[in-house]
């Protein structure tokens, strides 16, 4: 690396800010700004709620496909040597891109286009979300600030809550769904120019070639087998269904609950603002312990803040109930993320593909069980309730299992 380009690489908060900015745009707009639109849509009668759990589950769908697109791409090299390597920055600079022409797509009049483009926006979301962290996480370790990873997934709680309140804002204003879709891409792009000149194609160093990283990597293998790290993507993938009812329908979910309130659309920001907590809460604690334990808690308040809703489908229990739900949600994947870096530290991208393909699994089932209790359940809010307890007891099985892990794998076994 030239002295020219050292000079020239970003420091460690503007590295943690461009990772943040880039997760809003990935997750809080690509993937969630489809939840405080929902309810927009099914009053401009463009969608019914049975659609609308498919149209979901094909953005799951495309979030899934993409990640598996990065979990295997090192096992693409390797069996077509003559393939060029594909750096990461510009995958995760594609993206982004993508990400904004998928959202202004959404505002076009063409519903049948529409799970193409969610679906395709999913494999963007997943593809800038690994590419993000491995990149991010990197160059924060290299710079002695690796607990600033926390603040960097601040960025899908900033989106969810910038989407949140302005959502809210379009409903008092009885702006369509369609200008919605159109603002937010819009938005996208303004935000990714913003970082695109943080992310230097050149910053990450040289990479090994892919053969050599699997030969390196055999070492990390004897000491963390593939138990252990097949417990931890299982896991990971508990988290995805359990979180993804609440996160798909929350706003709906309070319509059917509390009918005329003006708190309605103020519970998804609450959730956004939980996130943005959590992970700033994050870069404080101390992650040289043993991370599962810290995941097993997130497990358990996620649980608890579902558990609430249900128990109590107040003003009091769905503002208390999506705080707790957001505040563990980054710091999950900072933890697991981390817990990767450390079992399979050469391999590192791949195998966040491999979780991120498993919380993508776990999130393609939520919304059809949905729709399946929807359409045997004797109303809508039976439905839901259903569906929140099977996910809120996943969760809880998710803990038990990191609690099995921490005894089975100690961290200090070698």
């Known amino acids: 690396m030239t002295a020219a380009v050292v000079a020239a690489e970003p420091g460690r908060w503007a590295v943690a800010l461009a990772g943040a900015v880039s997760l809003a745009v990935a997750m809080g707009i690509g993937r969630f700004a489809f939840t405080p639109l929902l309810p927009m849509m099914l009053h401009d009668g463009v969608i019914d709620l049975h659609a609308a759990s498919w149209l979901a589950s094909a953005n799951y769908l495309g979030y899934l496909a993409g990640a598996l697109l990065c979990t295997f791409q090192p096992w693409i090299w390797r069996r077509v040597p003559s393939l060029p390597a594909v750096n990461g920055v510009w995958l995760l600079r594609a993206g982004l891109v993508a990400t904004g022409v998928l959202t202004l797509g959404m505002a076009l009049p063409l519903p049948g286009l529409w799970p193409l483009w969610r ?35 601040t960025g899908p709680g900033a989106g969810i809550f910038v ?64 138990a252990e790290i097949g417990c931890l993507t299982l896991a990971y993938g508990i988290a995805g269904f359990g979180y993804i009812v609440t996160a798909t329908f929350l706003p709906v979910i309070a319509r059917e609950a509390l009918p005329g309130s003006p708190w309605l659309d103020m519970f998804w920001p609450i959730f956004g603002l939980g996130v943005i907590a959590g992970a700033l809460l994050s870069t404080r604690l101390k992650v040289s312990g043993d991370l599962r334990l810290l995941l097993a808690g997130s497990y358990f308040v996620q649980a608890t803040g579902i558990f609430i809703g249900v128990w109590r489908p107040s003003l009091a229990g769905f503002a208390l109930g999506s705080l707790l739900l957001g505040l563990p949600f980054t710091a999950i994947t900072f933890f697991a993320m981390q817990e990767v870096r450390r079992l399979r530290p050469l391999l590192a991208p791949s195998f966040m593909g491999l979780l991120t393909a498993m919380y993508g699994i776990g999130q393609i089932v939520g919304p059809p069980l949905v729709a399946l209790l929807l359409k045997r359940s004797t109303s809508a809010g ?22 099995w892990m921490a005894r089975a794998f100690p961290v200090g076994r070698r």
Not at 120 to 137: D, E, H, I, K, R
Not at 211 to 224: F, L, R, S, Y
């Open 119 to 153: 679906f395709t926006a999913g494999v963007a979301s997943a593809v800038v979300f690994v590419y993000t962290s491995g990149w991010c996480l990197a160059q924060l370790a290299r710079r002695n600030a690796a607990a600033l990873g926390g603040a960097m997934f």
């Open 382 to 403: 039976a439905g839901f309730t259903l569906s929140l307890e099977i996910a809120a007891s996943a969760l809880l099985v998710g803990a038990g299992l990191y609690l």
């Open 163 to 226: 989407s949140g309140i302005a959502a809210s804002g379009m409903v008092q204003w009885q702006w369509s769904a369609a200008t919605a879709w159109a603002i937010f891409g819009v938005l996208a792009f303004v935000l990714t120019a913003a970082v695109w000149r943080i992310f230097l194609a050149d910053a990450a160093g040289p990479q090994p070639a892919p053969g050599a990283a699997a030969a390196a990597n055999a070492a990390p293998d004897i000491a963390h087998g593939r």
